[in-house]
């Protein structure tokens, strides 16, 4: 089996040498998205779904729909803020929906392709790797932040640290999450190697599987540079670690993660699970609630055209089907 050490290895050498031997610097560089406020286009409490498709037998079965989520937090948290919008994704299809935390990004991208996930949330690089082995899945809603469909990657630093810039991190511990996250991961090693690191040789890269144990983590003091989502920096205190931070650098914009079905999921199913999440709103007591929990989620929306083209061509461009775990 493939250690941390053998991947980050293997990701940076495909990294540099498509940056620099390729000329995919000024490709790279194309990013950020831009922030766009959605809801000028898109109102979720006038949206009409059309005419909902006729249901079918397996319909009315009493299975659970399994809904998967990669490891973004701890199992607990997660769970707990999923937990409200299960049980109204439970009214809206008429069945059971269980929430499943996969170990890993893979994990859960190799569990949806099987059929063994019918509903998934995927960060970019996840769907776009899904994508890659199953253009027919139903990409269904793109998650919304405060009125944009984009977030921020972020290196940050302990409020009182005496790191100013980021050559004061040479030599230093940059602590990264699971391989396959868009915004702990893959877009602060991008911009590690844009800005002339080699990470390996500058810094101490220390593997952590999710972005509440980043910024735990640095707030401990055993690392002194954590790379989190710009929703991690701004829901500190739900994840239960107080303390203050600063951003050091900001790595980049992503696109939000979209809500995908399975190919297998029937017509009926799609429509209603579609309907659940472009109809919920914080502007009724009914959608407030159920995204309160939800850290930065003020809604869903029709996934954009071109959402995840950026993402699709980096992912191209450095072949990380080849190079990620």
Known sequence: MLNFWHIRNRYWIVLTTALFFFGCKAELERFPLQQASVF???????WSPGEE???????????????????FYSRKHQL??????????????????EIVIAD????????????????????????????????EMKTLAAAVSEGGV??????IVRENSPIEKFNDVLGKKIALTQAWSSSGYVKPMAWLVRQGYVPERDFQIVPLRQHDRALKALKRGQVD?????????????????????????????????A???????????TYRLQRAFLTLSIHDPKGADILEDM???????????????????????LKLWESLP
């Open 295 to 317: 850290h930065s989620i003020t809604g869903y929306m029709p996934v954009p055209d071109g959402h995840f083209d950026e993402m699709r061509e980096m992912v191209e461009t």
């Open 53 to 71: 498709p006729e249901r079918i037998a397996s319909d009315q079965m009493s299975e659970p729909i399994i809904f998967g989520l990669p490891p």
């Open 104 to 135: 890993s990004y893979r994990e859960v991208v190799e569990r949806f392709i099987r059929g063994e996930i019918q509903l998934v949330s995927l960060p970019s690089v996840a769907w776009v790797m899904a994508e890659r082995r199953l253009p």
């Open 150 to 155: 984009t977030y921020a990657s972020y290196f």
């Open 225 to 257: 540079v954590a790379a989190v989502s710009s929703e991690t920096l701004t829901n500190t205190s739900s994840l239960g670690v107080r303390g203050r931070f600063r951003i050091l650098a900001k790595a980049g914009r992503l696109p939000h993660d």
């Open 80 to 97: 707990e803020m999923m937990d409200k919008l299960r049980a109204y994704l439970e009214i809206e299809v008429e069945r059971p929906v």
């Open 40 to 46: 000028e286009s898109f109102d979720p409490t006038r």
């Open 259 to 269: 809500i995908v079905a399975h190919p297998e999921v029937s017509p009926w199913l």
